[in-house]
């Protein structure tokens, strides 16, 4: 059997309280959120009395100060119980790290340990109802007037977006000078011109906020801005590596739980006198789905060691959540397959991983994207 070498004992012992939380606190809830469209935000402050938030943030901001590896095994468990409904990774891995790297030490102290202690649940707002994966012409716009910035525009697709209380949102600073124009400001949820959209009805993550945002002439304090003026664009690129492979994490363990499901349901159910794990054609299909699954996990573990030792470039991240992405959906719907009719119904775990499942080739740049990122990269060498 495979056996991965990523991880020490201290990973190990978070992972088996983790998994209890998820256990105790998430699965006998999660079908309820499912049907209200959101989690309670009483899962966000048992989280954070846990450590499940921020633990990479350091300790003089709430957080644990831990390696990315602690972040890793959050992700892992709630994929591998087919919970995705809490937002806890864009908290802690995409918005924490945006303030940690680039914000002032006003927003940072004032706002990571209320994000670490589950008190503040953070969004980031980039996509826009005309530009998706083409950030460089966002409409979005922030104009300065004396100490404030007056932040008018709309968003899509924002995760979090029913719950957060703050939103780093990209804006244009200087509307006539492309990607230079862009800075990311936090917009907290509470001001005056600032209104929730609908909460998105999706085909898959049922539980997961994701909402329209409208921004109407929102005034917020220049000591909002989160780095510098017009560098917006650089830090988002900056940042997409790591969003990029938390989705090939989340991936890999997704089809993980998905193998176990299939091989204990196949085992289980009976088709002309015996177990369909008996018949060659679910032997066949589920030793393609284990040896491509083997293969990826294999890559991405070692795209997870890049990132830990600083190497992970923005090519490697859009082929790891490329292929991530792409063997995701295809490994998932070969598992359903063997499920018949059962797996396509919402009570199994299989359907629901299958649904949420296709949302993994759009979000964080879509697959089309990432092959247009590998495919310069190439023309760039010869």
Same mark, same amino acid.
């Given at each position: $059997? ?18 209890? +939380? ?50 890793? #095994? ?10 995705? /409904? ?21 927003l ?9 202690? =589950? ?6 707002? $980039? ?12 409409? *979005?716009?922030?104009?300065?007037? /004396? ?11 924002? *995760?979090?977006?029913?719950?957060? @209380? ?26 005056? =011109?600032?209104?929730?959209?609908r909460?998105?009805?999706?085909? /898959?993550w049922?539980?997961?906020? *994701?909402?329209?945002?409208f +921004? @109407? ?12 003026? =017009? ?10 590596p ?12 997704? #089809?993980?739980?998905a ?9 289980? %159910?009976?088709?002309?006198? !015996? ?7 679910? !032997?066949?299909?589920?030793? @393609? ?12 573990? %070692?795209?997870?060691? $890049? ?13 790891t ?18 499920? /018949?009719?059962? =797996?396509?119904?919402w ?28 495919? %310069? ?6």
């Open positions: $059997m495979f056996e991965r070498t990523l991880f020490a004992e201290e990973h190990e012992i978070f992972r088996r309280s983790v998994a209890h +939380f998820v256990d105790e606190q998430i699965v006998p809830h999660h079908s309820r959120w499912e049907k209200e469209g959101q989690v309670s935000r009483e899962v966000w402050h048992e989280a954070g009395q846990d450590g499940l938030l921020c633990p990479t943030i350091p300790e003089q901001y709430g957080g644990a100060g831990t390696d990315f590896l602690f972040s890793v #095994v959050i992700l892992e468990e709630l994929a591998r119980a087919g919970t995705m /409904g809490p937002g806890f990774s864009l908290h802690s891995d995409i918005v924490a790290p945006y303030l940690l790297h680039y914000g002032s030490e006003y940072k102290a004032n706002w990571l340990p209320k994000m670490a202690a =589950g008190e503040a649940i953070g969004a980031i707002a $980039m996509t826009e109802p005309s530009a998706g994966s083409d950030l460089q012409n966002i409409r *979005t716009t922030a104009r300065r007037d /004396g100490d404030d910035f007056i932040v008018s525009g709309q968003k899509v697709f924002i *995760t979090n977006g029913q719950l957060c @209380d703050i939103v780093i949102t990209a804006c244009k600073t200087d509307p006539d000078a492309g990607a230079s124009g862009t800075s990311l400001i936090l917009v907290e949820t509470d001001r005056p =011109g600032f209104e929730r959209g909460n998105l009805d999706k085909i /898959g049922k539980a997961q906020d *994701t909402s329209e945002l +921004f @109407d002439n929102v005034r917020v304090p220049v000591a909002n801005l989160v780095g510098e003026a =017009g560098r917006g664009f650089i830090q988002l690129m900056e940042q997409l790591q969003e990029r492979l938390l989705q090939a994490i989340r991936a890999v363990a997704t #089809v993980e739980a193998l176990d499901w299939t091989v204990e349901y196949t085992s289980e %159910r009976k088709a002309f006198g !015996q177990s369909i794990s008996n018949f060659q054609n679910t !032997q066949f299909t589920l030793a @393609d789905v284990k040896s491509k699954t083997v293969m990826l996990r294999v890559f991405v573990d %070692r795209c997870i060691q $890049m990132h830990l030792e600083g190497k992970l470039d923005a090519v490697d991240a859009a082929i959540k490329l292929l991530a992405s792409e063997m995701l959906c295809e490994l998932l719907d070969d598992c359903l397959q063997l499920f /018949g009719g059962y =797996g396509y119904m009570e199994y775990p299989i359907a629901r991983a299958w649904a949420d499942a296709r949302m993994s080739r759009i979000a964080g740049g879509t697959c089309e994207i990432m092959r247009e990122i590998i495919g %310069r990269s190439l023309v760039g060498k010869i």
